[in-house]
């Protein structure tokens, strides 16, 4: 079955580092998501990526963020300079149409660990 | 305002009981989409629903069962005879049509079923 994949599964940076988080959405999905979830806390949104520009995003995706699918298959989160609160587990998810009627398939998630 | 609200943290049951997850939603749309999403120890989201605001027919999947009532803005989830395969962190999750793509999800029900 088709899934999501994200790579690295953890990453350690220290405060300040540009960090670069990598998935691979399903291969006929159209609708491309990022998430984060501190530990213990919930998901939260933080942008949504359709026809190679961002359709939504939250107030948590400020200018440090920028996301990218630099080709067919790839799709990348950066963060510029991170902080010690960008520490948390970040999830890629995918849909094959528009978020609102279609279902979401999340990646396995990548731990950011900020020093 | 919290749009999506699991008052239940923590649940711990004995395998083969039944347990209900309650999850109450808000929202003053007319469109819009409700999820259950698991989460196991080893971190990743799994799917396991999604229903759309205008079918209140219950689901029923196997040992899952779905009770979706608009009157009271609640989309509980059942797992009857619980199983140890079902300890996970269990998510749910809303989305919208006038907010676009973003999902909302509540901050979790953690359940343990002790073997």
């Known amino acids: 079955e088709p899934e999501v994949t994200q790579t690295p599964s953890h990453q350690v940076t220290q405060m300040g580092q540009e960090v670069i988080l990598r998935c691979v959405p399903i291969s006929n999905h159209l609708y491309f998501y990022w998430y984060r979830q501190i530990l213990g806390q919930k998901v939260e949104f933080l942008v949504s990526f359709y026809n190679n520009e961002i359709s939504e995003k939250s107030e948590i995706f400020d200018d440090q963020f920028s996301v990218e699918r630099p080709d067919g298959s790839n799709f990348t989160l950066k963060i510029r300079s991170t902080k010690l609160e960008d520490s948390a587990m970040y999830f890629c998810?995918?849909?094959?149409?528009?978020?609102?009627?279609?279902?979401?398939?999340f990646g396995p998630g990548t731990r950011l660990t900020v020093l | 305002a919290q749009k999506v609200t699991q008052a239940q943290t923590e649940i711990s049951v004995v395998e083969k009981e039944d347990v209900t997850l309650d999850c109450v939603y808000e929202t003053r749309d007319t469109t819009y989409y409700l999820f259950w999403y698991k989460q196991p120890p080893s971190g990743e989201l799994v799917f396991l629903i999604r229903?759309?605001?205008?079918?209140?027919q219950n689901e029923i999947s196997g040992r899952y069962s779905w009770n979706f009532q608009k009157s009271t803005s609640s989309f509980n989830f059942t797992i009857t005879a619980s199983q140890v395969v079902d300890s996970a962190v269990y998510f749910c999750?809303?989305?919208?049509?006038?907010?676009?793509?973003?999902?909302?999800f509540g901050t979790g029900t953690s359940l343990t079923v002790i073997p």
């Open positions: 999750a809303l989305s919208e049509e006038m907010t676009g793509n973003q999902f909302y």
């Open positions: 229903r759309n605001s205008f079918d209140e």
């Open positions: 998810a995918s849909s094959e149409r528009d978020g609102i009627t279609d279902t979401q398939y």
